[in-house]
């Protein structure tokens, strides 16, 4: 079993800035593709970013050049750098890992975290 555990979401202007860290458990996780979600009040669930086991990243149209996703795989941890925040960026951003690397942006997760909350005003 694998536990996602997010922190760093919080309330912010526009135009500011935030870091999002995900704790793995797994073991090798630079081995899967990870990724991040985000989930606004009353629309689906969306891929915004997610990086491959050999290092291609994704990005979702509206946050390239705003976001960056990085792994550190000595803490094991997964971040999501996100620069310009707008209005829109406001949801629940959860962290994902899938066994099996897709395609850009094709993620099934395998493992979710529970989520950490972003406002931007």
């Known amino acids: 079993h694998v536990q996602l555990v997010e922190s760093g979401g919080g309330s912010v202007q526009a135009g500011g800035s935030l870091t999002l860290a995900c704790k793995t458990s797994?073991?090798?996780?630079?081995?899967?593709?990870m990724g991040w979600f985000r989930q606004a009040p009353g629309k689906e669930r969306e891929q915004v970013a997610s990086i491959d086991s050999d290092g291609p990243t994704f990005y979702e149209d509206s946050v390239k050049g705003r976001f960056t996703i990085s792994r550190d795989s000595a803490r094991s941890t997964l971040y999501l750098q996100m620069n310009s925040l707008k209005p829109e960026d406001t949801a629940m951003y959860y962290c994902a890992l899938d066994f099996l690397c897709r395609g850009p942006g094709k993620m099934s997760p395998d493992y979710w975290g529970r989520g950490t909350q972003v406002t931007v005003s």
């Open positions: 797994a073991r090798m996780f630079t081995s899967y593709c």
